[in-house]
């Protein structure tokens, strides 16, 4: 069972981090550093969007319905980010519990 705990919190994880990596290049890519036309940097674009917008695009909508618009300011990442450590607190309370 331990190691259900430890596979889901390693993907929570992985998860976390490639979230932090969608918010760097898409601010990167807002401020001119980096050229998304450029075929390499937009496959990693691609990919991370592909992989976050699964759960961005939800959690923008209730934002929206909740908020109307906050500006163009995109908060949907850190309420995401927010949510994964919640998870992942709850996956290790639970494993401690179950020991």
Do not use: C, K
Not at 15 to 44: C, D, E, K, M
């Amino acid at each position: 069972m331990q190691s259900i705990f430890w596979l889901a919190d390693s993907l929570l994880s992985i998860y976390f981090w490639i979230l932090i990596l969608h918010v760097i290049l898409s601010w990167l890519a807002s401020f001119n550093v980096i050229n998304t036309r450029q075929p390499f940097v937009g496959q990693i674009g691609r990919f991370l969007w592909q992989v976050t917008e699964p759960v961005l695009a939800p959690i923008r909508q209730v934002l929206r319905r909740l908020f109307g618009n906050l500006g163009g300011i995109d908060v949907s990442p850190l309420i995401a980010l927010v949510l994964i450590g919640f998870a992942r607190r709850l996956l290790a309370e639970m494993a401690i519990s179950i020991r």
